[in-house]
């Protein structure tokens, strides 16, 4: 029996071989064991990888559907293949791409922000994410094999059916999708159990950061919108191999009931998309630019309200399918509607970016482009919801346009603006700034050129997925550009693939210990601590992230992001030396959590001479427990530390 | 002929110069927002200074949207409100009945006779109301004819409506808005607005039985010396082998009572007829064949019989490629004069 330390909250005696047995069993496991690993920073890598490749599988299919449009009547591809590959770009795109990888990002940084050694049920994330490697993967190889489905990622009956879709392809986007919806529901549920009841202690839920709130948002939405989906493909499922008719019409059925089905989960999963990725940049930018983010509380209302109204969206694809006037009418005010909270939300963003200062590096560009591009796409998207403007924009490239610009601005441009903030809490490395600047301007610059045209060719009657046109439709010049963007979009994303690793460690970035992931990798792998112990030390390091930071004395693998502008911008705001005096409760306890911390390795001793008066905590109310945005509430640069800014 | 349009940017109809009007409101109001987003973006970059909660995310985030949106809605309500009415009375009635990858148009004769059918192209006076009866034999389409109105979704089991008005004459483009399969994209049709002596000629003319097919002496005195003998032979010819390829299994031409080799089952009886394939009774009076996929020739009928598929793969119509080219010509011939 080792001597009871009074740092523990238990006085009772350690037991022998504690230690070792703690991390024999939070050993990441090697070689091929690896795939048995259950530990969601493990998980999570692995889901993000599975999604990035996914994306990049869609982004070539992309590519191919540019190439064969790029010239009127081209035989690039036969019909049949073209229609199978558009149908794998969207359905991938959506479902093998998007929905994942905001499930995986949130496996990976979520337990870190809320101060959790892990997800609550490890096996379950891993079963999530084996089931949709498992489906993903079967569903993409039937492409090769060209069995792939071919009735759009929609696949509406009749077309889909038995009768027009004879062949195997429609089975194997049934089944695939079957596997994703099972893998998202179970990640939901993980999601939102461990949400609910596994933050720090202390760690109200108002205080909790938005990211955390996106995704108990976005998760009880899953909940509400999968199930519509599953019946669906169970119904079509049924029909296509036992012949019940659900949607023949001459037998009974009815066609239209799948579009309900369908796009009742559909649009709610456009929001499960976006809000994660806003989340995200509600948590990025205050950090980028060094202040605290505008309307914390009416950030996290506006995401609860546009997971409630995306509920009362749905027809707004069957516009022109025949439903009443009245309702709609009804659909189209809710569809504006929408645009409220998102617009809420959009202004606290650039009030905070007002309120901050803007450093140009790569997280903060993704970001910018993200505004410019989701701005646009949102305001398409409150054209097509005014209903005879719908009539004609529906189901033509306009419609394309509309739906990659809330895509790409809604969630690409924020994941990467997050792959580039938060890949130092994978490997302690940066990618290059420089080459950061490039990918950037090609995807920023391509993805306009791609998209913006075809808001155009969509008012000039173009269809959405027709392999072909004739050159007499005066689409040609419209075409050819969507085509060159595309390349340039696609060469800004391989960029990034291509140099994983290209930046050395920042200067300053020896250790890990950081917030989030870091923390609880660094615990999870090698400290012992007593589960009980170890959470709340977990929690506090978590909690006082920007105490972990400046404590890291600029060790801090984030501390690029918290701060390392040029030391004659270092200067407190306005009265915050003052508030910093008045918060005096908040201020203790930061320390204290700090030391603490410290006290256990899980944070780098730092030199002590810089720590209490620097915590600048503005306002009094201010306490320790509001997460992460702890870490923006300090004036920027007070978390890089140096002699000179010490002698202030 | 110039290129026909497909554009909602050049409406040619009531309806669609509402939402054409429309459509530069809601450019110009998302425009102005947007640059106005964007300089309050860009105007973030640089200072730090303190800001207005309140005014910000109340104004800004909640005023904003809820005013302009409020005044949307009600203007789009309002102009919504001004579409043509959708009612079949007091209209020309057209039903379109969607096919892979074809279009089937019914006229009710005014004289009280069968429908008339035609395929792919459909007339309409100028400056009168259209009530067109939409549905699908099979999956769902999309009748899209940018220039006239917004789209509407042909879907089985159920019948949409739709009613437009051409203002201008012209020919303007339509083309399937639903995916639908394999060749979605060449699933067009020509919509021909022309005055109403015109058209009301045009349609008497689509009543009648094919021209010049039971018997050479049937043919109007003009056409038959423009055709000349030797032209005459060649229809003949045409005729008989558009029997013997069997193509009356799925396409109908219109001989007074009987059908051109009618395909058993098909009995012949008026309106009851083999929808397999477009009715070709008037085939050659068509700008295009195909569903819009070539201009109207004998050139193009002779390429499109022989091999429909090196234009249009995986349409249904099998490839006639082994028939000899003077049989190909004649058919092509015989098809091309039915006016």
Redesign the interface.
């Known amino acids: 029996m080792t001597a009871p330390r009074n740092d523990l909250p238990s006085s009772v005696p350690r037991p022998d071989g504690e230690l070792e047995q703690l991390e024999r069993v939070w050993r990441t496991p090697r070689g091929l064991r690896f795939l048995t690993t259950v530990n969601n920073t493990s998980i999570g890598l692995l889901y993000i990888g599975t999604a990035l490749l996914f994306f990049l599988l869609a982004g070539i299919l992309g590519l191919m559907i540019r190439a064969q449009l790029a010239l009127p009547d081209s035989s690039l591809l ?3 293949v073209y ?1 199978q590959v558009f149908t794998m770009h969207g359905t991938v795109m959506m479902f093998l791409f998007a929905i994942p990888v905001v499930e995986a990002i949130s496996v990976f940084l979520l337990p870190g922000m809320l101060g959790a050694r892990d997800l609550p049920f490890p096996r379950l994330s891993a079963y999530a994410f084996w089931a949709y490697a498992a489906g993903g993967i079967g569903f993409f190889v039937s492409l090769f094999a060209g069995l792939a489905p ?3 990622w929609f696949m ?1 009956p ?2 889909s059916g038995k ?2 879709s004879p062949g195997i392809n429609a089975d194997f986007w049934l089944l695939g999708i079957g596997f994703i919806e099972i893998s998202a529901i179970a990640g939901a549920i993980e999601l939102i159990v461990g949400i609910l009841f596994t933050r720090a202690p202390g760690m109200m839920l108002r205080r909790m950061p938005v990211y955390a709130w996106a995704m108990l948002v976005i998760a009880l939405m899953i909940v509400f919108a999968f199930p519509a989906i599953i019946a669906g493909t169970a119904l079509l499922e049924l029909e296509r191999a036992y012949d019940w008719p659900f949607f023949i ?2 037998r009974g059925g ?3 009931l799948w579009q309900h089905l369908f796009w009742f989960f559909g649009h709610p999963e456009v929001y499960i998309i976006f809000l994660p990725a806003a989340g995200m940049v509600s948590t990025m930018i205050p950090s980028l630019v060094g ?1 605290r983010l ?2 914390h509380k ?1 950030v996290v209302i ?1 995401l609860g309200a546009v997971g409630v109204v995306s509920f009362a969206l749905w027809a707004h694809h069957m516009f ?3 439903l009443s ?1 009245w309702s709609s ?1 009804l659909v ?2 809710a569809s ?2 929408v ?2 909270p998102t ?6 963003w ?2 905070t ?6 450093r140009f590096n790569a997280p903060m560009l993704f970001v ?1 482009g993200f ?2 591009i989701f ?2 796409g949102g ?2 998207g ?2 097509v919801a ?11 490239y306009f419609i394309v346009a509309h739906l990659h610009y809330v895509l790409i601005g809604g969630l690409v441009f924020p994941m990467f603006g997050a792959l580039y903030y938060w890949l130092p809490l994978v490997n302690g490395h940066r990618l290059s700034e420089r080459l950061a600047r490039w990918v950037f301007g090609l995807m920023f610059a391509g993805m306009n050129l791609a998209f913006f045209p075809m808001h155009i060719s969509g ?3 173009m ?7 004739s050159t ?3 689409w040609d010049a419209l075409n050819l550009a969507s085509s060159i963007g595309a390349l340039h979009s696609c060469a800004g994303r391989a960029a990034v693939y291509g140099r994983r690793r290209a930046h050395a460690a920042p200067p300053q970035a020896g250790a890990r210990q950081s917030v989030a992931g870091a923390d609880a990798r660094v615990a999870a792998g090698r400290r012992l601590c007593h589960p009980q112990h170890c959470r709340r030390a977990l929690a506090r390091a978590a909690v006082g992230s920007a105490a972990a930071c400046r404590g890291s004395g600029g060790r801090c693998a984030l501390a690029a992001w918290h701060g390392h502008r040029p030391a004659r911008n270092h200067r407190h705001q306005p009265g915050a030396g003052h508030a910093a005096v008045r918060a005096g409760a908040a201020r203790r306890q930061l320390v204290a959590v700090r030391r603490r911390a410290r006290h256990r390795r899980l944070l780098p001793a730092a030199d002590g001479a810089h720590d209490a008066g620097r915590v600048a905590v503005r306002r009094g109310g201010d306490r320790v427990g509001a997460g992460v945005d702890v870490a923006v509430r300090q004036p920027a640069g007070a978390c890089r530390v140096t002699p000179g800014v010490r002698g202030r | 002929m110039t290129a026909p349009q497909q554009s909602a940017l050049h409406p040619a109809g009531q309806d669609a110069e509402v939402i054409h009007q429309l459509t530069w409101i809601l450019s110009g109001g998302a425009a102005l927002v947007f640059v106005g987003v964007m300089v309050l973006c860009v105007m973030g970059l640089r200072a730090r200074r303190e800001v207005n909660i309140r005014t910000w995310l109340l104004g800004g985030g909640v005023l904003l949207p809820v005013v302009v949106l409020s005044a949307l809605m009600a203007f789009s309500t309002w102009r919504t409100a001004q579409l043509s009415p959708l009612s079949s009375q007091h209209a020309v009635k057209i039903a379109v009945v969607a096919h892979l990858w074809w279009w089937e148009v019914r006229y009710t004769d005014p004289a009280g006779g069968p429908d008339i059918v035609l395929a792919n192209e459909i007339r309409l006076p100028v400056g009168q109301t259209v009530y067109l009866g939409l549905s699908s034999a099979d999956v769902i389409h999309s009748f899209w004819v940018p220039a006239l109105a917004g789209k509407v979704d042909m879907v089985p089991g159920r019948l949409h409506g739709l009613t437009v008005r051409a203002d201008k004459p012209g020919v303007y483009r339509g083309q399937c808005a639903e995916y639908c399969g394999e060749q979605h994209a060449r699933m067009a049709l020509h919509v021909v607005a022309q005055g109403e002596g015109e058209f009301n000629a045009w349609l008497a003319a689509q009543a009648r039985p094919a021209i010049g097919a039971n018997s050479a002496t049937s043919e109007p005195a003009a056409h038959q010396a423009a055709m000349g003998a030797g032209g005459a032979d060649l229809i003949a010819v045409g005729r008989k082998a558009f029997a013997a390829q069997r193509c009356a299994a799925c396409h109908v031409v219109r001989e007074g009572a009987r059908m051109a080799g009618a395909g058993a089952g098909s009995g012949g009886v008026p309106g009851e007829q083999a929808t397999l394939g477009p009715d070709l009774t008037h085939v050659g009076s068509r700008l295009y064949i195909g569903a819009g996929t070539l201009p109207n020739s004998r050139a193009a009928l002779a390429a499109w019989i022989a091999n429909p598929h090196s234009v249009k793969p995986g349409v249904r119509m099998p490839a006639g490629a082994d028939m000899d080219a003077a049989t190909l010509a004649a058919l092509a011939a015989y098809l091309e004069q039915l006016k």
């Open positions: 036969s019909p049949g229609n071919d009735g759009g509406y009749p077309l009768e027009h019409a001459a009815d066609p239209v202040a505008v309307g009416a506006a022109t399918a025949g006037l009418t189209s005010a504006m509607i645009a409220v617009a809420v939300q959009v202004f606290a650039i009030a970016l007002w309120r901050g200062e803007v910018l505004l410019f701005v646009l305001l398409t409150v054209m005014v209903l005879p403007f719908d009539w004609q924009a529906h189901d033509s008012l000039l009657g269809p959405r997925r027709v392999y072909t046109y007499e439709m005066g």
